[in-house]
C-alpha cells in the first residue's frame, strides 16, 4: 500500500483546482455549470457558440462567464483523452502498444520530476518489457533514456554505462526506423494526393522498395517490414499484378509464421483481406472463398475491416454467379449488430449491394419495395473513381419497371442510359467495356428489342467487352460483372416483347 498511499498524496495535492470528472452519460442530480453545458451539447440543444451562450447564460458568446466555462470544459474533455479505450478491436496491435508505452512513459516523466526515482524507474521497466517484446524502437529509445538520467541522479557508474551502450545501438536503430518512415511517408504520400500522382509515381516507388527491402535485410525491423510489405502491395496494384500480390500475401504470411517478424505487430486481417481481393481480381473465386472464410478469424466483427472484408466475399459469389452464397453474405452482414451503428457510406455500399443481388436473378426472389432514390443516393459511396459502372443504375430501373409492367417509364430509363453515357463515358481510350455495353444496347434498341436478332448482331462486342475485362486498381469493382447484366436484360426485354405482343 506505501505506493498507492503515495499516489493517493501525489493525486489529491497535485491536481488544478476546481478539478472534477464530467460524467459522460449526462445523467447528474446535481449538475454544475461544466456538466450542463456538456449535457447541452450532447443532447443536441447546443450546435453553436450563440445557442450554448443564450442556453447557459442568457447572453452572447462574448460573455467572460460563457468564455470561461468553454474553456474549463474543453480542458476537462482534453483530459479524459488520457482514459479512451485503445482495448477496442477497431485499434490495431501496434496503435494499443505504442500507446500504452508512451502511458507508461508519460507517468514516469511526471514521477521523475517530481523526485520519485525508483517509482518512475517501475513505469520504465514496464515500458521497455512492452517495447523490447513489440520492437517499438522509440519507446525503447526513450525509456532508456530517462533511465540513464536517473542512474546519474543515483550515482550508479557501473548501470549508468551499461545504459549508455544500450542507448547508443538503439539511436542507431531508431535514426535508420526514421530514415526509412520519411520515404514510406513520402510515398504515401505521393500515393493519396491525387490520381495522377498515384500513377506517375512508380519509379520513386521502386526505388523506395529496393532501399526498404535492403534494410529491412539488415537489421530485421518489424518497422522496416511493415513499410516494405504496404510498399509492395503499391507496386503490384499499380503494376495491376493480382497474382503476384496473392502471392506476395502468402510470403509474407510464411515470414510472419517463421518469427522473423514480430507477429502481433502484422495485420493477418489485412493480409487475408488482399488475398481474397487479388483473387477477386484475378477471378479466381473459389480459391477466393477459402481465404475469404480464413481471414474472418483475425477480424471483430464490430469493425469497418469485417464489412470491408464482407464485401469482397460478396463480389466473389456475385461475379462467380453463386447467388445463395451472396444472399446469405448479405443477410448476416444485416444481422450483423453493429450495422445499424456502421458508417454512412458502409451502410450505403451494402444497400448498393442489395439492390444489384436482386437483380441478379429476376424473377426469383424480388424485392417486394425497391427504393431506387436511396440506392442513387448510395451510390456516391460506391463509385469512388470511377464514373463508368454508374449507367447501370438507369438500367435496374429499366428491367424494374418491364418487371412491373410500366413500359412506357422503363423506355425512359434507357434514354437516360444513353443520355448518360455521352455526357461521361464517350471518352476516347477510357470505359472500353462500358462503350461495348453501350453498344450492345443500341443494337438491341434498333433490332426492336427482338432478342434473337440480337444475339448474333452482338457477339463482336461481347467479344471485345470480354477481353476488355480487367480491374483497375484503388476502384470499385463491377457489382455484376457486364456480361452477366447482359443476359439479365435480355431476360427481361422477352418479357417486354411478350407484354406488348
Known amino acids: 500500500m506505501k505506493e498507492i498511499n503515495k499516489l493517493v498524496d501525489l493525486v489529491t495535492y497535485g491536481l488544478k483546482s476546481n478539478y472534477d470528472v464530467i460524467n459522460l452519460t449526462g445523467d447528474v442530480d446535481n449538475p454544475g455549470k461544466e456538466q450542463l453545458l456538456y449535457n447541452g451539447v ?5 450546435p453553436t457558440d450563440e445557442s450554448a451562450a443564450e442556453g447557459m447564460y442568457q447572453s452572447d458568446i462574448y460573455d467572460q462567464r460563457f468564455r470561461m466555462l468553454k474553456s474549463r470544459l474543453r480542458h476537462k474533455l482534453y483530459d479524459l483523452l488520457y482514459h479512451i479505450n485503445f482495448e477496442d478491436p477497431g485499434f490495431t496491435h501496434t496503435t494499443k502498444v505504442e500507446l500504452e508505452c508512451k502511458e507508461y512513459l508519460h507517468k514516469a516523466h511526471i514521477l521523475f520530476k517530481l523526485g520519485e526515482h525508483a517509482m518512475s524507474d517501475k513505469q520504465l521497466n514496464k515500458c521497455i518489457t512492452l517495447a523490447e517484446e513489440n520492437q517499438i524502437t522509440q519507446a525503447l529509445l526513450e525509456a532508456h533514456e530517462l533511465k540513464s538520467d536517473i542512474l546519474s541522479h543515483e550515482c550508479k ?42 500513377n506517375t509515381c512508380q519509379d520513386h516507388l521502386k526505388k523506395a522498395i529496393v532501399k526498404t527491402e535492403k534494410l529491412w535485410n539488415s537489421i530485421n525491423s518489424i518497422n522496416v517490414f511493415l513499410n516494405y510489405y504496404q510498399l509492395k502491395t503499391w507496386l503490384f496494384l499499380l503494376d495491376q499484378d493480382y497474382n503476384g500480390l496473392y502471392k506476395f500475401t502468402v510470403e509474407a504470411a510464411k515470414v510472419v509464421s517463421k518469427a522473423k517478424v514480430e507477429s502481433e505487430r502484422f495485420d493477418h486481417g489485412y493480409n487475408g483481406y488482399l488475398a481474397s481481393r487479388a483473387l477477386l481480381a484475378s477471378e479466381k473465386y473459389k480459391e477466393g472463398y477459402a481465404e475469404a472464410k480464413a481471414a474472418y478469424k483475425f477480424m471483430d466483427k464490430s469493425t469497418e475491416r469485417w464489412f470491408d472484408h464482407s464485401e469482397t466475399y460478396f463480389l466473389l459469389a456475385m461475379h462467380n454467379q453463386d447467388y445463395k452464397l451472396a444472399k446469405k453474405i ?51 459511396h460506391y463509385y469512388v473513381e470511377s464514373s463508368g459502372y454508374y449507367f447501370t443504375l438507369p438500367l435496374l430501373e429499366f428491367i424494374h419497371h418491364v418487371n412491373k409492367d410500366r413500359l412506357d417509364l422503363a423506355m425512359n430509363k434507357l434514354d437516360e442510359v444513353e443520355h448518360y453515357f455521352f455526357k461521361h463515358l464517350n471518352e476516347p481510350g477510357k470505359n472500353p467495356r462500358e462503350k461495348q ?20 448482331k452482338t457477339e463482336k462486342y461481347l467479344s471485345k467487352m470480354i477481353e476488355k475485362r480487367s480491374y483497375a486498381p484503388f476502384s470499385d469493382f463491377e457489382i455484376i ?21
Not at 450532447?42 to 447546443?46: A, D, I, K
Not at 545504459?163 to 520519411?182: S, Y
Open 437 to 456: 455495353f453501350y453498344k450492345m444496347l443500341k443494337t438491341l434498341k434498333a433490332l426492336d428489342f427482338d432478342v434473337e436478332k440480337t444475339k448474333p
Open 481 to 501: 460483372p457486364y456480361e452477366h447484366l447482359w443476359e439479365v436484360v435480355l431476360v427481361t426485354v422477352k418479357k417486354l416483347k411478350l407484354a406488348t405482343s
Open 42 to 46: 450532447l443532447n443536441g440543444q447546443y
Open 330 to 380: 448479405l443477410e448476416d452482414v444485416i444481422k450483423n449488430p453493429n450495422y445499424s451503428r456502421a458508417p454512412e457510406i458502409t451502410v450505403g455500399r451494402w444497400k448498393i449491394f442489395r439492390i444489384y443481388l436482386n437483380f441478379a436473378t429476376p424473377g426469383k426472389d424480388m424485392l417486394k419495395r425497391v427504393r431506387f432514390s436511396d440506392v442513387f443516393e448510395a451510390a456516391e
Open 157 to 198: 557508474p557501473t548501470d549508468f554505462e551499461i545504459t549508455l551502450k544500450v542507448i547508443d545501438g538503439l539511436r542507431i536503430l531508431n535514426q535508420q526506423e526514421k530514415e526509412n518512415q520519411d520515404l514510406f511517408l513520402r510515398i504515401r504520400m505521393l500515393m493519396s494526393k491525387s490520381i495522377h500522382s498515384r
